[in-house]
């Protein structure tokens, strides 16, 4: 006679290695371009804080670019990229006030932008992305000038 019980559990043992199987194989080009996504949005979010105002011409000019760029666009990861856009700016709003915070937040987030020095290719592209972010409220900061050789210096080799 049959154990419907032991069945059962073999069977969600079996979908559950299976899960394992498909969620550990990730082509290394998705991973690589979900990197690059996520460097951008970084850099972006961080080039348009580091005056530490949030401005709107920023702002407008960041969600542009990330409703433009093809790479989000063919991973169908505009809306995320935006939500990440967003909550890095509102975390680093909240840390302004304190220059301790401020300095964690923004070394977290260059250490991060550091994993594409293994990604040669893309640091031209972030490169021109946040000079056009610095620019694009008419007024450079020197601020924006430090985050950008920030910026450069994490992503470099």
């Known amino acids: 006679m049959l154990d419907w019980n032991k069945i059962k559990n ?24 979900k990197k690059f996504v996520n460097a951008l949005v970084l850099s972006m979010a961080l080039m348009t804080m580091a005056d530490k105002k949030a401005e709107t011409e920023e702002i407008i000019a960041s969600i542009d670019l990330i409703n433009d760029i093809d790479e989000i666009n063919d991973l169908n990861l505009t809306t995320e990229a935006i939500e990440l856009y967003e909550f890095h700016i509102e975390e680093m709003s909240k840390a302004i006030e304190s220059k301790t915070k401020w300095i964690l937040m923004e070394a977290k987030l260059l250490s991060e932008l550091g994993k594409m020095k293994d990604y040669p290719e893309y640091p031209p592209m972030i490169e021109a992305l946040i000079a056009h972010i610095a620019q694009s409220d008419g007024n450079l900061d020197p601020l924006e000038v430090e985050m950008q050789n920030k910026i450069l210096n994490a992503i470099k080799s």
Do not use: I, N
């Open 10 to 33: 073999r069977t969600s043992e079996l979908f559950g290695e299976a899960g394992r199987k498909l969620r550990q194989y990730t082509p290394e080009s998705f991973s690589k371009e």
